[in-house]
């Protein structure tokens, strides 16, 4: 149940996220909310007075014209005050299928479902973590410790996550890495904005025109095809992804909060694993390399060309990387662009027309003893 500070912080984030806004004068102790789309005005009372013994008749009279407005029940509009969570994240999966019963799967079929779910947000965790290593793994441990599998939700049947945002309590003298991802928002934040952008990428794959070293820079595996694969049940007809995200932090610049994937996108994931038969990963660490080429543009991706010893011979190895990454690593090695660096990660060699194309990946690269950069790529 939730308290008067959850309905406050919840109502006016969701009045905030569905074109609602605050007139710039309120009576002291009340703001007024408008929409223009809307004749009727919403009174909630400001922050200093959220628990205050009447602020209930108001969070009442709210769900009521929301509901009202909606042309719902008021039970919906509390359903989705729920999903907003102080300080932590939602992510809810929905199984849609004519075979599935409203709030009810198949318990083998749901479970398989449910592994499925856990495991690629493992295997993400791993992927887009993006810190020094040593650190790295810290923060992937935190993330998954973070993960609270809570009540499914009714409507064909919804598995839903919570993920805590709380930092990870360091040690500031002996881990000084941060979390470099995005600015002001915790690491388990970034990662599952890393997560969501990594489904829309995948949603808009072009079967056509897919390569394993442009899946690859999309951030995708072959795990990760076989796990979105595996989240569809026998019975589900559609997976969609949706993401709640919590109001202690501004939502990220993302095109769409709901991501779903049809029959059609399970048959192109089956292309997308089935493009890395031809492949094989292996890790490599601190192997040393020479930088033959880079490039920056601001419209396509950006990368490096390493030179190093692959299998027992010299080979070029390609890496895409974020721009300011490869600019920050170009400026450390102006004095001597020569100089070998040394570079950790998965390697993927793919065998095309009989060629084999090598591609890193998960990669960090040392242009000296003392710094390490994350490659993103």
Partial sequence: MMTNQNYYISLTALLSKTGWSKEPQGNGTMDTWSHTKHPINISLPNSEFAEDEHAPILYDRAVKILARLANKQPENIIAMLDNFIIGADLISVREIGQAIEHGKINLFS???????????????????????????????????????????????????????????????????????????????????????????????????????????????????????????????????????????????????????????????LKKVRAAFANAISFPIEDVDAHIEDYSTPKDKES?????????????????????????????????????????????TRETRNKQNLYTLSEATISPSKTKQLPLIG
């Fill in 110 to 268: 749901g479970s398989k479902s449910l592994a499925a779910i856990a495991a690629l947000l493992k295997e993400c965790a791993n992927k887009h973590v993006t810190a020094k290593r040593g650190f790295k793994q810290k923060l992937e441990e935190h993330y998954l410790n973070s993960l609270k599998l809570v009540v499914p939700g009714a409507g064909s049947f919804i598995h839903r996550i919570e993920v805590d945002l709380q930092p990870l309590a360091v040690d500031k003298e002996n881990d000084v890495e941060e979390n470099i991802e995005l600015e002001a928002v915790p690491a388990n934040r970034a990662i599952n904005v890393r997560f969501a952008k990594l489904l829309l990428a995948i949603r808009d794959i072009d079967p056509n025109k897919m390569t394993v070293a442009k899946l690859m820079q999309l951030g995708v595996n072959e795990q990760i095809s076989k796990y979105l694969i595996d989240t569809f049940s026998e019975e589900s007809d559609q997976v969609e992804y949706n993401f709640t995200w919590s109001p202690s932090y501004e939502d990220p610049p993302i095109d769409t909060n709901t991501i779903t994937f049809n029959r059609a996108h399970r048959e192109t």
């Fill in 303 to 347: 990368g490096l060309v390493l030179r190093m010893e692959l299998e027992g011979r010299h080979r070029t190895c390609h890496v895409f990387a974020e721009r300011k990454v490869v600019e920050e690593l170009m400026k450390d090695m102006s004095k001597d662009s020569l100089k070998p660096v040394t570079v950790s990660g998965t390697v």
